[in-house]
């Protein structure tokens, strides 16, 4: 097991080809004071080494790419960086490959520093997320009939997981909005910056849709993130 000692600071790190990594930067508190490198969702490039069975990869030669400090001191996106940091950490297994998450974070980083909505911003996120962890697969049409359901009659089943029409739903299955399922695929077919210029999303969908994520999260994780309650005000509409 690797030891830390007081000056060293313990790195989370998304890479686009080996995924999570979690690193040790040795001296990293005496360094670093002013903490412009280790900034929450900062984009770095790193040097990593990691021996075989070791907890903690090494990480070394750090510097910043493109720092996220304008949005950590915007108070409506403020919020939103540390769940997007924990959704990361709980959903991508450590040390896989995924180049699309890694798409995705830049992607959504890169929409809110140009002005997208951050209530908006979350929901698409957590939309693709959910979908590259295997929890909200496939369209807006039935996983067992293949109906469309764009009209109506959706059910959330966490079994498949999968949305069903109400007559292939099995007892349990969570009643989904047509406001939700409308939204969600909007999000499937555009980019977020391009859902932005266009005012996608109104308060009650965000809402809508908010709901349904929150229970895909909650049926797999039997729990809801930390980091949720702080996002409280960026599905409150008017």
């Given amino acids: 097991m690797d030891v ?49 069975g070791a907890d903690l990869a090494r990480a070394d030669g750090l510097e910043l790419e493109r720092s996220a400090f304008g949005l950590a001191s915007r108070a409506e996106t403020a919020m939103l960086l540390p769940y997007v940091a924990e959704s990361l950490a709980t959903f991508l297994p450590e040390a896989e490959a995924a180049p699309e998450t890694y798409r995705l974070t830049r992607h959504v ?11 908006l911003s979350a929901r698409y996120f957590e939309a693709w997320l959910l979908r590259f962890a295997g ?34 739903a099995p007892p349990g299955a969570v009643p989904v909005a047509g406001a939700a399922l409308r939204l969600l695929s909007e999000i499937r077919r555009s980019p977020l910056d391009e859902l932005a210029r266009r ?40």
Wanted: charged fraction near 30%; aromatic fraction near 4%; charge should be neutral.
């Fill in 135 to 168: 929890l909200l697969p496939g369209g807006t049409e039935c996983a067992s009939c293949g109906r469309d359901l764009s009209t109506g009659g959706a059910r959330f089943d966490a079994e498949l997981p999968g949305l069903v029409g109400n007559e292939c």
């Fill in 4 to 52: 830390l000692s007081e000056k060293d600071v313990a790195l989370t790190l998304l890479t686009h080809d080996a995924g999570v990594v979690r690193a040790a930067l040795r001296g990293g508190r005496k360094r670093f004071r002013r903490g412009a490198l280790i900034e929450i969702l900062t984009e770095v490039s790193v040097t990593l080494f990691q021996k075989e």
């Fill in 199 to 238: 005012g996608a999303g109104d308060a009650a969908s965000l809402r809508a849709l908010d709901g349904l994520l929150r229970e895909v999260r909650r049926r797999f994780l039997g729990h809801e993130l930390k980091s949720h309650r702080f996002l409280g005000s960026l599905s409150d509409g008017p």
């Fill in 109 to 119: 980083l890169d929409a809110l520093e140009a002005g997208a909505p951050a209530d």
